[in-house]
């Protein structure tokens, strides 16, 4: 018998656990119990649906490179080194997950739009410009996406034991060689983690990208967008099988790394 579960579970802990399990699979019945099955394999093959799809995985993807490339390093100096003004950085990273997305699309627009305050030097400067483009959905998903990285890989690393970095120190490891040989390994399930959670979070962005990137067909309509224009139009029965499409390839997707890489022994 395992320690710690055995007994009866108390009412006031049980009650308010099933209303948690009921209130979030309810909806989701919901959304099978309402999808049309008979013309599913009409509506799955009408045009737009696989350029949506394939655009919203192609940028979740690229967006969730991205923020392994920046994340791991900031999470690293935020559990590694102590410097002045961590706190604030740590406080400033989390933003995106409070704010809503609509405001940091806008915010984005300030900042990278043609008249922001780095977009104007990049279209000056290298004729680059993000907003409305591909491009500026991955930045889009990226922005909202990064904290959960961070965070993930953070607690990771604090939960590593150092003893093994310092260890490496002492037979004359450089700190890059320690980060790259031990500590990599040792955190690589927090950073898959925080991959997961990155991705899926990137994938079903609406707000920062409509607002940043607009929502054309083939360029920057991702499955959210296509979700919320079906549903303008209205047809519902067509907005239920796209967000059956996104239900399912997030749950396959996350329950297959989640196999892989995130169940605890």
């Known amino acids: 018998m395992t320690p710690g579960r055995s007994g009866r579970v108390p009412v006031a802990l049980l009650l308010p656990a099933v209303a948690a399990v009921v209130f979030l699979v309810v909806p989701l019945v919901g959304l099978l119990a309402r999808t049309p099955w008979a013309s599913l394999p009409q ?4 045009p737009g649906v696989l350029t949506a799809l394939r655009l919203s995985m192609l940028t979740a993807t690229l967006a969730t490179l991205l923020c392994v490339a920046l994340g791991v390093p900031l999470a690293w100096l935020l559990a590694r080194v102590d410097f002045p003004g961590r706190r604030l950085v740590r406080a400033l990273i989390t933003v995106p997950l409070v704010l809503p997305p609509v405001v940091g699309g806008i915010a984005l627009l300030l900042a990278l739009g043609r008249r922001g305050l780095l977009g104007s030097w990049l279209d000056t400067t290298f004729g680059i410009t993000l907003p409305f483009t591909t491009a500026g959905v991955v930045v889009a998903e ?35 060689t320690a980060f790259t040989h031990v500590t990599l390994p040792l955190v690589a399930p927090g950073i898959a983690a925080g991959a997961v959670l990155c991705w899926a ?16 067909p083939g360029i920057t309509q991702t499955m959210p967008l296509a979700v919320y224009q079906t ?34 022994p």
């Open 43 to 46: 509506r799955l093959t009408a």
């Open 142 to 176: 990226s922005f909202v996406a990064l904290p959960f990285l961070v965070i993930a890989v953070e607690g990771a690393l604090r939960g590593s034991d150092t003893r093994y970095e310092e260890a490496a120190a002492t037979l004359g490891a450089t700190r890059w």
């Open 201 to 216: 979070r990137a994938l079903g962005e609406f707000g920062a990208t409509i607002t940043f990137a607009g929502n054309y």
């Open 231 to 264: 549903m303008e139009s209205g047809d519902l029965d067509g907005a239920v099988v796209l967000s059956l499409v996104l239900l399912a390839v997030s749950v396959t997707i996350l329950t297959a790394l989640r196999d892989r890489w995130l169940t605890a």
